[in-house]
């Protein structure tokens, strides 16, 4: 008979968009029922480019959480052509810090304040690596002469690799990675690196770019980057279940409102939330592999940040549920991946 429970350490989510406002207000109980921690993205509009905003950002999502809430948000800042090595030396001071996201200009939502050319960011990558503070890499770029589908292996050879050449030091986060290529770099990275890692999201392990186009086209599996081919989709599977701890995850949950998804230029971003634990326990136990959830989930990504694993668990059970239509999303709705089809995996009290 097949399992029809999972425990497990309590989980983080290492990537993650929370928005602000009534927004966030909507979305931030749904992470923190699923999650201990999140690492926060800093793709506001305006973006959160200094300590004192980001803090000011805690504040502001701390006091959303809802009362019984246990959840520690994990800030970053946005990493521009402008970003002073000294605003590093004060995130890492704050303590309240644990990354520097780098969004290459014009990559995705909110990302136009970005960087334009990683040589402007010399000094101050320097500096992160002197003090320990974690690169979070959006790993496409961004050229008009590049296929949409191939932006993250050129990335790769075009800016990872010099990166990691002038930075051997610097920790970095390739995030929501999508192609065997990428999965590969990571992999070929010796034995003893512990320099760099990669976050995975649910529907990059569940879905192929078929999905997008599945009798029409489907705002809703549109996200950045974008999912790629069946083959891709096996290498990612492949690497979040094998147990090598380079590898863990981070949803990329990125909330837009119906209005905004269902239009003539739909923007980017799945809504994955509120059931990204069963999302990810189905992508694993499709492997066979719901043994290794507990450490892709809950352990190598805390390894990896320095910080400790979490206390307690939580229990995944078999009882199929319907994802809801929509969702609240301020005075919006908003529509969650799979809306309206059967999850067999349920979190918490059934
Ligand atoms: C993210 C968003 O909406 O902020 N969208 C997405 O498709 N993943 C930005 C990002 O992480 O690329
Ligand atoms: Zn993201």
């Known amino acids: 008979m097949s399992q029809q429970s999972i425990t497990i350490r309590r989980p983080d989510d290492w990537h993650l968009h929370l928005r ?15 999650f ?33 809430a246990h959840f520690e948000p994990l800030m970053t800042l946005y990493l521009t052509d402008d970003t002073a090595p000294d605003e590093i030396r004060r995130a890492k001071d704050s303590g309240l810090v644990h990354g520097v996201k780098l969004y290459p200009a014009g990559a995705t939502t909110n990302s136009a304040a970005g960087v334009t050319d990683l040589k402007r960011c010399w000094r101050t990558l320097e500096t992160m690596q002197a003090v320990g503070m974690p690169l979070e890499v959006h790993g496409e770029v961004t050229h008009a002469a590049v296929d949409i589908f191939d932006r993250e292996q050129v990335f790769i050879d075009e800016q990872l690799i010099p990166l990691r050449a002038a930075f051997p030091a610097l920790r970095i986060v390739f995030e929501h990675i999508t192609t065997s290529q990428a999965v590969q770099y990571v992999r070929d990275c010796s034995g ?43 290498a990612l599977v492949e690497a979040a279940t094998s147990g090598d701890p380079r590898f863990f995850l981070g949803t990329d949950s990125a909330p837009h409102a119906r209005s905004t998804k269902e239009a003539e230029c739909c923007g980017a971003g799945c809504y994955t939330a509120l059931h990204a634990l069963e999302l990810y326990a189905q992508a694993f ?61 349920r979190l918490g009290q059934v």
């Open 20 to 34: 602000d406002g009534a927004q966030m207000q909507s979305v931030v109980g749904h992470t923190a029922r699923q």
């Open 36 to 68: 201990a921690r999140a690492i926060v993205m800093p793709n506001l509009k305006p973006p959160v480019t200094t300590t004192a905003a980001a803090l000011a950002y805690r504040e502001r999502i701390l006091a959303a959480l809802p009362e019984s």
């Open 192 to 234: 003893a690196c512990n320099t760099l890692a990669a976050t995975l999201t649910a529907h990059h392990l569940l879905f192929s770019r078929n999905a997008i186009f599945t009798g029409g086209l489907r705002p809703h599996f549109y996200c950045l980057p974008v999912l790629k081919r069946e083959n891709h989709r096996r």
């Open 285 to 345: 136990e499709d492997a066979g592999r719901l043994d290794r959830l507990e450490g892709f989930a809950s352990e190598f990504g805390a390894d990896f940040y320095g910080l400790p694993r979490n206390q307690g668990s939580v229990t995944l059970t078999r009882s199929p549920w319907t994802a809801p239509a929509s969702l609240p999303f301020g005075d919006e709705p908003l529509v969650p991946l799979l809306a309206g089809q059967q999850i067999n995996w």
